[in-house]
């Protein structure tokens, strides 16, 4: 389960004991009456000698704000608002009313479920301004040459930066280049405010103590508020407290203090409609603890996100009373409390306003605005491929003819995957110019419509079929015969060696996304996923790779990738078991044995079954087990869209990745659950439709779908928790990646029992791997405890197959189509795709420049293949004045910043060009840029839309010397960076990515004063 994680960042000293006067809101107002006409100097100061017994509310605030003299006053005014949020509010807002009975709190409480369940998961990707006004006082210090006087709490700084939510996420916009030691403002600061905190708190309080505390009377109506208790063996509340040293270079010398704290609060509930309305969270820590206060009070409000209304944080705050950390060198590696100081108070008042609908990382230029003379000095002319590109398009210019649109579905909408620290790619050796007729065509991709279809055939020991002719097929698209127009046998070690595809003429210097000559035909990813796997899994598949990797067969090429919250690569294809082993056994790289935030294990549902049995027994009131069983349903779904979420987007990176590799592609995936179906069936896809806990879901799986087709991938799903001694064949099978089998799992007093729970569970994971399988032509392995034979049995399974093409009798309308493959003779076994998306366009075509750029520029990843290009980067000869217009869309970008030209070639034969009647060809390519400093932080980045219009006599030069894009970017000066670059076309959905280092050592020392125009 989720834990909430709060951190500490502290930069100061302590509190001594200070004698502040305890009054009530009303003797404040008294007091603030009494001191009208006196200087606000001296206003102030009287604030800061009181202290509140109760709450002050808002609408209070703006009362005696109007009697106040000056800023200064307010401004100790404010700190005596924030200091008291987690007080009880004054008796005159507490209603004198009968509390409400069983039935009506359980009516509250479950339209507070509801609320969570359904608005969370509906929450749009937005982003909004964090104002952070950070509060500190000075504890007194006396010290043998000096002392430090005691100052109460006040004014420090304060910062504002934007908020990204997205997918269920939050993320800090890194803004301009910053030093890492000011990454964070000090004091608390929380994540998952905007929706997962309040599941995680009504979980962790339905397990625990939830009881009916009050009324209160506000302007709005009557508020219901709960109390919750929850102690610390049922808690997910983690404390993390660290510190800021006296030499900021010293920070990593300091051993952090970390645990599960029990907590306590309020939740403040709208009764007539459950909307959350205040949340606070305290700590349960003691005197000992190096912190002893970490509260949180989070307070919701209307607010409006592209033109509708959502309940989001409008305003928040932190308190935390913590040691101050003292370091010198003989501290070092010491445990936190043996180098601490008193303590000290730190308050942080955040609001967040000016929310945005999050549309793109990237801007897409109007077509009238589209950059007609891209610059490559050797495409000039006439008859270059820089004339074709067309700034200004008809609208009404012919719709191609869908006779000549391309093959196989594909789609487009690559993952936003992050990743781990910046790789550096190399240049490639481009080939030397060749003749245009020597420039091979793509074989079944981009010029007519066809499909590929891989197809194993083995005997019922396993082994292959091999010596089958074309004759032997048949093929059928929904019951319809095909024609096989397209044959070809592939054995394991009978190809030879290809060479690189041919490359338009590039200038010295370039980079390329060319990938490596391919050694044969057997391509094997293996995916190791930590996200949907349990430690213990981890651990035992961890072992089984590397005793694979240490007997593999000679000539067998492996790649590797992680899956956690992110996908990591770990290692590129190669053929050198030692170089793999070393890769996985690197602690910078390697599987490490770790608990997945986002991920829910066998224990806790075995834990959430047990727990509500445990109420049943105890008749326990059919309110709390209600709520309990609500938020345990909620909490579920929430994880499990999160997973999917990011298990969707890295098999859409691999599938980039891998498109430009020829042949069939082996994915072999090992992980304890598969949240993810690539072709859901039509009752999946109604009944997933309907879950708002997951939405997008069907056009996410419809996206990867595409991208598996075109790149060719069969998926071997290997169950890494090995055997499985219970009985699952009676429990039910619900899930997304059910197949539709129905059972009666039994239940006592409607509780499901903690074996049938994970009993249903596991059932779910096996279908799920059986319909992954087959749907792309792969095998799934379950129920086995030697994975090292499930592993060499997938590879060698998919080392020796047939591809058959074929072009389809019906137009491509959109709909699902499905495929099969039968042999004329023989009783063999045939594993093939076994359908396809028919798209005549990607999925996401409508969405141009959003989903589609954003994802693919992320850091340290390997290039994706699907559009070959190079680039050359440079800076500009002629560098903006001091008043130029930036080149980028980070608005936050300070000087001193050097202008980068970035000339890009793409080869043509990788994008998909429409005819019309008329022989001229259009198309459509998105081109994007991000740069990343040395510790992953995007520092700049930008996104155009190039239109192309080729006439019939522009063709061949297109052809020979590619399709030429230009940008410019502004990058910090003096600084080693990494810059991003992307491809996409949308007519087809196929990418390219490559990533180049930008050397400090390239850039002008000086900023000419001559401004280029841009």
Known sequence: ????????????????????????????????????GRPDAEVAQQISDLELTERLSTEKLSQLRAGLPGDKAYQNLLILVDESAFLDPPASEIPVMAAPNFAEQRRIMGLAVSYIGRTIPQLPNFFATRETKHFEDTPLLQRSTDSIAYQPLHFVRSSSETVLYRDGRE?????????????????????????PVLGVVLVDAAKSKLVWSHWEKKSGGLEAVFSYEVPREKSHYEVNYCCTPESQAEWNKLIPFRQLSGYHGEITINPEDGTILRLSVEANLTSTDPITRADLVVEYGSVNIGGKSYFCPARSLSMSIAQEVRYSNDVEHQALQFVTRPLKTMLNEVVFEQYHMFRADVRVVPENEADANPSFNATQGTDSPASAIASQPSPTEPVPDKASSATSPISPAPPEVPSAAPVTTPVVPIPAKEDTASVPAPILRTTTRAVVVDVVVTKSNGEPVLGLTKQDFLVMEDGKPQDINFFEKRTNGSQAPSTPPAMPPMPAGAHTNVPPAPESDAVNVLLLDTLNTEPPDQAYVHREVMDFLTHMQPGTRVAIFILGSQLRYIQGFTTDTSALIAALNDKRNGLQVQKNHAARSRSNEADDAGVVAELQ??????????????????SRAFDYAARASMTFKALDYLGHYLAGIPGRKNLIWFASSFPVTIFPTVGQQQTTRQNAAVPGYVEKAKTTADIFTVSRIAVYPIDAEGMMTEHVAVADVSGIGAGGIAGHAGSQNGATSPYMAGAAERADTINAMEQLASSTGGKAFFNTNDLNAAMRHAIDDGANYYTLGYSPTEKMDGNYRQIEVKLAKGKYKLAYRQGYNAEDTPVSQGNLGIDQLAPLLQSGMPGATGVLYGVLLGPSAIQPGPDAKRAGQNEKLSAPYTRFDVDLIIRAQDVRLLSDAQGDRSGRILVGLRAYDLNGNAVNWVGDAENLMIRPDQYSAIQRDGLPAHLEIDLPSNTDLHLVTTIFDTNSGNAGTLEIPVSAATQPTKTPSTSKTN
């Open 617 to 634: 027994v105890m008749q326990a009131s059919p309110f709390a087990i209600a709520a309990l069983q609500a938020a345990q349903a909620d």
């Open 171 to 195: 993320t800090v916009d890194a803004g301009p280049v910053k030093k890492a030691a000011a990454t964070a403002e000090p004091g608390l600061t929380t994540w998952g405010i905007f929706g």
């Open 1 to 36: 389960m989720r834990k909430l994680a709060i951190l500490i960042l502290l930069a100061g000293m302590t509190l001594p004991a200070f004698a502040s006067k305890r009054v009530t809101v009303a003797q404040l107002e008294q007091a603030l009456n009494a001191a009208r």
